[in-house]
T-cell receptor, first 115, second 111 residues
Framework: ETGVTQSPTHLIKTRGQQVTLRCSSQ?????VSWYQQALGQGPQFIFQ???????GRGNFPPRFSGLQFPNYSSELNVNALELDDSALYLC??????????????FGPGTRLLVL | KQEVTQIPAALSVPEGENLVLNCSFT??????LQWFRQDPGKGLTSLLL?????REQTSGRLNASLDKSSGRSTLYIAASQPGDSATYLC??????????FGSGTRLLVRP
């Protein structure tokens, strides 16, 4: 059974650029959640996808968008990057559609640095 | 609105000591409370999930308790080891099932 994987592991971008982060969910899981974790802070919920539809969103602007594919893998896109977007981006998968009610299985994260 | 707080932010103990990590939450109508471990620069590993109907959960040297009336959860680590050094995070889902995390307690177990 393959765990949650994320790519790339590290990324450096400049302000104003766009970035796409990828996540493959654990086998058998149809729900993916994305989190942003700033240094020294706990993760903050960005949004969740269940069976290719967004079914929950945190307090993030529209330039944060996502996608889930038929195989339940997911992408996080961030447009017009700002310095404050520098963080560790985590995705987590669960087998059902109720996100926070289930045990979440996290990937290793993508470290994004915006210069 | 659910808010989760963890105090202290950092803790240093000698090897072999039993220790307690604290987690507070504001909304007692809690579905569950989850504890995670995070090694530096890595993802989170789920340790324990306590359902709202449970008082505690145990896994090996770890024991987590939940007291909804006081808005508190504790993670007890028995006979701590240097390998337990990590950041420990607690989280609770809000009314729309989004997980709300505390800022974590950074634990250092000294040999």
């Amino acid at each position: 059974e393959t765990g949650v994987t994320q790519s790339p592991t590290h990324l450096i971008k400049t302000r104003g650029q766009q970035v796409t982060l990828r996540c493959s969910s654990q086998s058998g899981h149809n729900t993916v959640s994305w989190y942003q974790q700033a240094l020294g802070q706990g993760p903050q919920f960005i949004f969740q996808y269940y069976r290719e539809e967004e079914n929950g969103r945190g307090n993030f602007p529209p330039r944060f968008s996502g996608l889930q594919f038929p195989n339940y893998s997911s992408e996080l896109n961030v447009n017009a990057l700002e310095l404050d977007d520098s963080a560790l981006y985590l995705c987590a998968s669960t087998p059902g559609g109720t996100g926070g009610l289930e045990t979440q299985y996290f990937g290793p994260g993508t470290r994004l640095l915006v210069l | 609105k659910q808010e989760v707080t963890q105090i202290p932010a950092a803790l240093s103990v000698p090897e072999g000591e039993n220790l307690v990590l604290n987690c507070s939450f504001t909304d007692s109508a809690i579905y569950n409370l989850q504890w995670f471990r995070q090694d530096p620069g890595k993802g989170l590993t789920s340790l324990l999930l306590i359902q709202s109907s449970q008082r505690e959960q145990t896994s090996g040297r770890l024991n987590a308790s939940l007291d909804k009336s006081s808005g508190r959860s504790t993670l007890y680590i028995a006979a701590s080891q240097p390998g337990d050094s990590a950041t420990y995070l607690c989280a609770a889902p809000d009314s729309s099932y989004k997980l709300i995390f505390g800022s974590g307690t950074r634990l250092l177990v000294r040999p």
